[in-house]
């Protein structure tokens, strides 16, 4: 079970999936500033089948389910902003389901640079393949494809 | 824009998405109890690219933007129930993408019976394919599959 809500001070992580056959499916990068949990399974309190791993030495703050209701309980206000939080992250998730199913990789990885710019210097070009949802030698396409319009 | 977020109290409606070709993509079905609406749209307040049809004839409930914020202002109790059900929808949405990276046709269509047990016998066969990710023809088959198992 996931009982953890990580908000990233420094550092960078990943989330991934691992499919039927053991492939790594990478669900979401995260770096400074965002948070990253299995979110099904912290609130519901059930087990989870997605791996968080730190990708940089990580600076990361914390909040575990028993903590999190507690200060909800005390400081309600809180709740507005954990609202808001899960509307970004749903938001970004909707994207992201959008992307994978309809459109081009060109304009997958041109969404992604715009989201994440930080990254690509920062993870294995493997990774970034596996979160496009494509393969690696086709990545390398894309951005010979990119690097001569520019 | 999408401005509201509508409740289904009876009927079923879809939202979708247009790709580069013009073609339907499926993202949701809603049926009693669900919510519909583009929620990046409509708390980004930004253009909506998402469509969202009645298949059925529906009663709806609904709120404007507006409206939101100035009953979670009167009545800031609210922000708890809104935000579970963001949770509850972030997690369909995150699960939606793991099965349409990850997982094969067969399992997908298991996973789909299983959320959403009334859907197969109210909507067209190829909207539940698109959905899916598959052809209708592929769907049938897999259809036919399960029914030799049952």
């Known amino acids: 079970m996931c009982d953890i809500e990580a908000f990233i001070v420094k550092g960078c992580a990943r989330t991934y999936y691992l499919d039927d ?50 200060l909800l309980e005390k400081a309600p206000r809180f709740e507005r902003f954990f609202r808001l939080l899960v509307q970004r992250n749903l938001s970004v998730t909707q994207n992201r389901l959008i992307n994978t199913i309809a459109k081009p990789a060109m304009e997958k990885y041109l969404d992604f640079l715009n989201r994440y710019p930080s990254i690509p210097q920062r993870v294995p070009q493997h ?24």
Chains 1, 2 share one sequence.
């Open 21 to 70: 056959k053991g492939a790594e499916v990478i669900l979401q990068f995260a770096v400074e500033g965002w948070w990253v949990s299995d979110i099904a399974s912290f609130h519901e309190q059930v087990p989870s089948n997605i791996f968080i791993e730190t990708l940089e030495t990580c600076e990361i703050l914390y909040l575990d389910h028993k903590t999190k209701e507690t």
């Open 127 to 150: 990774y970034i393949a596996s979160y496009l949802g494509i393969s690696a030698e086709f990545l390398s396409k894309v951005r010979a494809k990119l690097a001569k319009q520019f």
